[in-house]
């Protein structure tokens, strides 16, 4: 593709930041009318710019220098960001931070799914922006020293951190006291795994870390064990699993607990250390309570879940109604949620284990049903699953998004 006249890759610009868009970057204008998409700036920035993709009806640019800062600019608070891929606002105010996130759903939604004028909530704020983060998956480079920490931006480059702000400080010891490995067998061990996820218990304080690697080395999960447990006493378990993370892992040995069990209001739930859960459980504990209201249940309905996970709005919904099914495709998670209904007191309600997209057809000829509640994973609800839902004449759907 052709760069546009007046404007040459690796240019210089100066640009005036005027929002922020879907991904997080800032959106200025060309004299021209063109637009220009800036990585951390923020609205109201004056920036100086380096053009890295030109093309004729946009322009991707990385930020130089901010020659006048936005009033809604504050210094960032980890020494890694810009670097790290896993933050793009730190250099803004929290309360920038909601506003936008509730603008830039608005846009989307009069953009994308033509809804203008749809009533977004302000959000419903459970925590602070710092140490909120009760799960993580750290990525593993081990070439002459172990590095561990998160993906650069954009690319497969592990950025090596000692600590990361947002995390449970609980999952910063367990990140510390990785780092600080020099054991022979640990050593041996590290250069076969993938990933290292670690997850702490909101309410029960425990903590489980899960180690994803190309071999089957028991004898140093046994040693790891002790290793972190000696520096974060709530540790309950270490995990070893063949393959990659997100393809279904095969379970391979543990020591200690696979799971760890998490508190939301007076729910408790088991979780599996490959099943999926909120990664901060003051934040399911508010999206619970909104699903519920919204569900407004009566106790005579007949409610499906689907992606119902480990149960957790099972559990609650099957608290207040007489018939309630859930659906999940995930093996551990299924498994699960049979025992976090039953642990809750809620052994009528069922779970099958199986994909949304083969069950569907069946359970709507099954119907009536009163409520639908989805909470696909990221990619959010395929086509046929949003088409079958839509024809069952259901009169309520609570549709649940972590990506709009």
């Not at 892992?249 to 939301?264: W, Y």
């Not at 250390?273 to 619970?288: E, H, M």
Request: charged share 20%; proline share 6%; hydrophobic share 45%.
């Amino acid at each position: 593709m052709s760069v546009p006249a007046g404007v040459s890759v690796g240019q210089r610009l100066q640009v005036s930041i005027e929002r922020l868009v879907f991904q997080g970057s800032g959106l200025g204008h060309l004299p021209d009318g063109r637009v220009v998409f800036v990585p951390y700036t923020a609205p109201g920035d004056l920036a100086e710019v380096e053009v890295a993709e030109a093309r004729e009806d946009f322009i991707r640019a990385n930020l130089v220098r901010v020659v006048t800062p936005s009033p809604v600019r504050v210094a960032p608070p980890c020494r890694y960001f810009g670097d790290c891929g896993g933050c793009q606002w730190q250099h803004l105010g929290y309360a920038a931070q909601l506003h936008w996130k509730r603008e830039i759903l608005h846009e989307l939604l009069a953009r994308v799914g033509k809804l203008s004028g749809v009533p977004v909530a302000e959000p419903a704020v459970p925590a602070g922006p710092w140490e909120y983060r009760a799960r993580a998956q750290f990525k593993i480079f081990a070439g002459a020293r172990l590095q561990i920490g998160f993906h650069q931006r954009e690319t497969q480059r592990v950025v090596d951190l000692d600590r990361c702000p947002l995390l449970d400080a609980r999952l910063n010891d367990v990140l510390r006291t990785l780092r600080g490995m020099r054991d022979p067998a640990l050593h041996k061990l590290f250069p076969r795994v993938r990933e290292v996820w670690a997850a702490a218990g909101t309410g029960t304080g425990e903590v489980v870390v899960s180690l994803f690697a190309r071999a089957q080395d028991r004898a140093a999960i046994r040693l790891l064990f002790h290793r972190i447990q000696a520096e974060v006493p709530a540790l309950t378990g270490v995990v070893l699993l063949d393959g990659d993370p997100r393809q279904h892992p095969r379970f391979v040995d543990r020591h200690g607990q696979g799971a760890i069990l998490e508190r939301v209001g007076d729910c408790r739930f088991r979780v599996d250390a490959t099943a999926f859960f909120q990664v901060s459980g003051l934040a399911a504990g508010t999206l619970t309570r909104l699903v519920m209201e919204a569900a407004a249940l009566t106790g005579t309905e007949r409610v499906l879940d689907l992606y119902s996970g480990v149960g957790t709005f099972t559990v609650p919904l099957a608290r207040l109604t007489r018939q309630v099914l859930g659906i999940e495709a995930n093996a551990a998670a299924a498994t699960d949620a049979v025992h976090n209904l039953r642990s809750n007191g809620c052994p009528e309600a069922r779970i099958v284990q199986a994909q949304v997209e083969q069950v569907l057809p069946a359970l709507a000829k099954d119907g009536p049903w009163d409520l639908v509640v989805l909470d696909p994973p990221r990619q959010g609800c395929s086509r046929q699953v949003l088409d079958a839902v839509t024809g069952m004449g259901v009169p309520r759907v609570i549709y649940v998004s972590c990506d709009p």
